[in-house]
Structures are given as C-alpha cells and as structure tokens.
C-alpha cells in the first residue's frame, strides 16, 4: 500500500481500488474504474460548486456557477478518467479542495489545523505533487487577517503544516540523477511552468492577469480578504505551485501540456474567472467597469475558442483511445491462441511480449481479466458476481458504438489535384520481415497534407492506402495532430496539423505484398517506403 511507484506514495490509490475490486466481485474492469474515478472527481466539483453557491452572490455567482460545472465537462479533462489507474490526479484535486474550503469557511482554525494537516497527509500520500498543498496552506493563513483566530493559534497550525511538508517530503521517494524529464537548467524549468500556465493558449497566460491585477491591488489596499477571496486566492496558488513543480521535474522537452494535468489547470481558470469578476464589481465608476468588463470578454473569448479546439483535439484523442483499447483486445486474443505476435507491436498488452507467458499463466490473473480457458470474453460476458461491471455495461448500451477502422477494398483511387506530401514515422505490428498476421490490428503513425485549412484542422480528410497486385484497400485516418516541425520543414502551413496516429484492423485485405501510401483529401496519393506481406 505504500510502496514506491516512481517519486509517488499512492496509498489513497490503491486502498481505493482494492475496495472497488473487491465490490465487483475481484473482477478487473477498467471501465469499472472509470467510473469511480469520475465519482472522486465530480465530489471535487460538487464542493466547488456548493461553496460558489454558499460564498458568493449576483453575476459573480452565476458567473462562478457555470464556469465550475463546464470546466470538467470539457473533453480536455479525460486522461485521468478513462485510464483507471490516474485517479491519484483526482485524490490531489478533492483534498486540497477540502482543505481550503475547511480555511475559508471556519477562520478560527478549530481543532488546531488537524483537518488541515489530515488533508495535507492524505494529498502527499496520493500524489509526489500533494506536498505542495501544505505549503500553499501555509502561505494562504499567513495572508488571512480575518478575525476570529488568535496568533499564537495560527502560528502552531502553521508550525504543524510545515512539520507535515518536511515528513512528506522525507517519505516521498527521490529519481534517480539521470531522469530524463526533468529540466537541465532554470531557464527549462521556467518555460515549462510558462507552458502550463499558458494553457490553453500557448505561451500567453492571458486568463492569469485577473489574479495578478487584482492581488497586487490587494496588497497595495491592505485588503482584508473575505471568505471566497481566501479559497480561490489558495486554489489559484496551488495551481501556480503546480506548474512550477511540473515545470523542474517534467520540464525537458515539454512541449505540448500532458492531458492528465488538465483537470488541475482548468480549477486555475475557475479561480481566474472568479477574480475577474472580482476586478469588473471592485471599479468604482461607470468607465471603469465597462472598461473591465471589455478587457474580461476579450481575454475570456480568446480562452473559449482555443478550448473550443483543444476540446475538439481532445475529442479525437479519446476516440483513438477507445481503438487502441479494441487494438489491444484483438493482440490480447491472439496471444491466449498462442499466434504469433510482432514482439514490437504498439497494441501489445503490458508487460511486454518475453513477461505475457508468465501472466497469462497465472490463474487468479487470468480470472480477473475474464480470461476464460484460451479465450478472452467480451466486456459484458460477466460472473454473477461482478456487480460494478454489470452497472457499467447497462450504462454503455445508451451510447453510441466506437468501431476499430478497418481496411476496406476500395479500388485504387482517383484524382486530379497535386500529390500529397507525407511519411510514415512508425508503422507496428509487423515482423521483422515486413509481413503481418492477417486480421491483427497495425498502428500507423505519420504525417500527410496538405488536409484542411490550419485554422480547420478537423474538417481533414486522409486515407492510408495499401496498394497490391490489382487490390487497393484504404482505411479512413483523421487529422488532428499537431506538426509544427513539418509545416516548417515545408514550408506551408497548411501543414500545421497534418499528424495522424491510426488504429486499423485487416481482417479484410487479402494475401499479398502491399505498398503503403498515403492520400490527403483529393490530392494524389503520396508513396512511402513501407511494404506489408500478409502470408
């Protein structure tokens, strides 16, 4: 339970999952803990949105209403979700919100802090990144002048947050020096908390300045601060800490923000929007407020439109998840039939390829994938006494249905417009000498274009073409990953967001040797070097 995985203690993690294992009969379920995993996250949410309630009144609660039940409904927020082992991200978000709403709301510090310090043991015992909500306590009490607390009180609590900070930070486990994320200089670490406070928009923390005018203001003032200010002014700073924190230990070559770090980032943007509210009500004339409320609508329009297209970007990223889940099934199938698999295929099941006979052997293993003899059962063949799973599978019947791409035979294509440019970058699941198991899912990744407009990257229309002796099958691929190195290297934007990342299966291409190409739109189809056998 409290074993090292990487610089993490995960004990919340892990007493969690054992409790929702066991409730679902000892049946491992992913979507299972989905679920649950959406359960901690929306608790998280519930309070946000029961202490905007509680705290704050007029536009500024309307405002704060909204913007706290949208932000999780974005589909920017679901690494965390989808993959049932990220929940600890979710632990990090409900313990600091429980600790700073227990600040804001009880000043005179009851029970000497010890809810504080239950929180902050239980965020580092979640997350490596939980030590920093001790510490953003600390700052936060040292801003409070409210009344109601006496010093020598607020003085001891912050001697125990502090005491708990240097615990966790004794427990928690160190990386190795040659760590090949974290950040080689100041100036990295630095970009990379630039990079996670601009997010979404990139490099340009527009939807912070409300915090920033408003704090300094603040300060110069005196102010002090009520109820509300404390929580967000806490949220919005531990948000900050946890840029900065991502910025040393993940800051080498981050370049585009993990999707996991989202869910925080986005209570940042909450935290923001209640402090422009706060800047538009604090003016005192009638210029004034328009001004502030025009310089509000621009920098929250801005805000809206680029997570309109991370959102649609997003979109994309979980449907190719649910392939890639479908991709897996298929290898995971094909291992228990004891077939061959390419030892470098994308879609192989952790561990690797040399570890699966040494799982697979194993009878409670095998029974809690729902292995049965050597074949692995659908996702709603269920024991009577997987519970959770059930539920699950009565929930998925309402939604629509995510198919694995396939090749079809389409006839080889044509067209008038000029070739396409494009490559192949990997392409898994063949063997060393470039033949495939019919039926086995590939995973081809690439770059192809001109598709779309740059500014419409998700209208793109691209195709992986397999030409043979007379056959030519195609498989649908979309364009939604961005390429700044080849609209460079082309020297047209067009190309900005030319990637593609594509799961398909070829249970339909017959034998034979095949050339891969790739097609964008109208466009002539564009030859790589990449040959398929299929015995």
Not at 51 to 72: C, D, I, S, W
Not at 94 to 106: D, E, G, N, P
Not at 264 to 276: C, R, T
């Amino acid at each position: 339970l409290v074993s090292a995985h990487n610089e993490h203690r995960i004990f919340t993690k892990r007493l969690f999952d054992l409790v929702v294992l066991t409730l679902n009969g000892n049946h491992w379920d992913n979507r299972v803990f989905a679920l649950a995993n959406t359960a901690v996250y929306a608790t998280a949410i519930a309070l946000c949105f029961a202490f905007v309630t509680r705290t704050t009144t007029g536009a500024t609660k309307r405002v704060l209403q909204l913007a706290v039940l949208v932000m999780p409904l974005l589909t920017t927020s679901f690494e965390n979700t989808l993959w049932g082992f990220q929940s600890p991200f979710y632990f990090s978000c409900l313990f600091t919100v429980l600790a700073l709403r227990h600040v804001a709301l009880y000043p005179a510090l009851p029970y000497f802090g010890l809810p504080l310090a239950l929180a902050s043991v239980a965020a580092i015992l979640s997350l490596a990144s939980g030590l920093l909500l001790p510490l953003a306590l600390v700052a936060l009490l040292a801003l409070d002048r409210r009344p109601g607390c006496s010093t020598a009180r607020r003085v001891g609590v912050i001697a125990l947050l502090l005491a708990v900070a240097i615990a966790g930070y004794v427990v928690l486990p160190k990386l190795p020096p040659e760590n090949t994320v974290m950040a080689r200089s100041v100036g990295e670490a630095a970009l990379g908390a630039l990079r996670m406070l601009s997010w979404p928009i990139p490099l340009l923390p527009l939807t912070w300045l409300p915090l920033l005018f408003w704090f300094v203001t603040a300060l110069k003032q005196r102010r002090v601060f009520d109820t509300a200010d404390l929580f967000f002014l806490g949220l919005a700073g531990w948000v900050v800490l946890q840029a900065l924190a991502t910025g040393y230990g993940r800051g080498q070559g981050l370049v585009a923000i993990p999707w996991r770090y989202t869910d925080a980032l986005a209570l940042g943007l909450v935290a923001n929007a209640y402090f422009a509210c706060r800047l538009i009500a604090d003016q005192r004339t009638r210029a004034m407020r328009r001004g502030a409320m025009a310089a509000a609508v621009i920098a929250w329009t801005t805000t809206g439109a680029y997570l309109a297209l991370a959102s649609l970007q997003g979109g994309y990223v979980i449907l190719q998840t649910f392939r890639g889940w479908q991709a897996r099934e298929l290898v995971l199938a094909a291992l228990l039939r004891n077939e061959a698999v390419a030892a470098d295929n994308p879609m192989l099941p952790y561990p690797h390829l040399s570890k699966m006979p040494l799982f697979l052997g194993s009878t409670s293993l095998k029974k809690a994938l729902g292995v049965d003899g050597d074949r692995l059962r659908g996702a709603c063949e269920l024991d009577a006494d997987a519970y959770l799973s059930r539920i699950v599978c009565a929930l998925v019947t309402a939604t629509p249905a995510v198919p694995l791409t396939q090749f079809i035979d389409v006839g080889f294509p044509q067209s008038s417009g000029p070739p396409s440019r494009c490559n192949i970058d990997y392409l898994g699941g063949k063997a060393a000498n470039g033949s495939i198991t019919r039926g086995s899912p590939l995973r081809i990744d690439g770059w192809v274009g001109p598709a779309a407009p740059h500014w419409l990257p998700m209208f793109g229309k691209a195709a992986v073409l397999l030409v043979g002796e007379g056959r030519t099958y195609a498989a649908r691929i979309d364009i939604a990953i961005p390429r700044a190195d080849v609209a460079a290297f082309v020297a047209d934007p067009r190309y900005r967001w030319s990637g593609f990342a594509l799961y398909a299966g070829t249970a339909h291409v017959e034998p034979g040797d095949y050339v891969a190409y790739l097609r964008a739109d109208d466009a002539a189809p564009c030859r790589t070097d990449q040959i398929l056998r299929i015995p």
